[in-house]
């Protein structure tokens, strides 16, 4: 890679605590566009809350990220148009703190559909073509 890629990422002085505790503390990093890298660290280091802080699954208590350009920690962002360009897959599923049918729903819904009936076959078709269609169907209104 060229050292005069595009940047893509650029995160300056990256803090993130929890009350008084400082987890995250002067993070600096720059990814190019094409550049691949690794963040590791021992169980507990705080990698998840860094890489959760780039795309505002958790906010930052100081500092920028930058994702081309813009500022993504500014208040006037939109988080679900920034979404779309930053995403990220978890080791283990990670459910919001709603419904069965409103996790799978919400994706959908983020991008306009509001039909009740092409919900439900959005949510019906996910979860037959993850196989649990039959475990989970008369429970689609409890906790995930």
């Not at 509001?114 to 949510?123: A, M, Q, R, Y």
């Amino acid at each position: 890679m060229k050292e005069n890629s595009p940047i893509l990422l650029d995160v300056r002085h990256l803090e993130k605590r929890f009350g008084d505790h400082v987890v995250l503390r002067d993070i600096d990093l720059r990814i190019r566009q094409g550049e691949v890298i690794a963040v590791i660290g021992p169980s507990g280091c705080d990698k998840s809350t860094f890489l959760r802080s780039l795309n505002l699954l958790e906010r930052p208590t100081g500092g920028h990220v930058l994702f081309e350009g813009t500022d993504i920690t500014s208040p006037e962002i939109d988080i679900n148009r920034m979404r779309e360009r930053i995403g990220m897959v978890f080791q283990k599923p990670n459910p919001f703190p709603m419904s069965i049918y409103d996790n799978i729903a919400y994706g959908p819904r983020t991008h306009g559909v509001t039909n009740k009936k092409e919900l439900d076959d959005i949510v019906e078709q996910a979860l037959q073509d993850a196989a649990i269609w039959d475990e989970v169907k008369d429970r689609l209104k409890k906790s995930a």
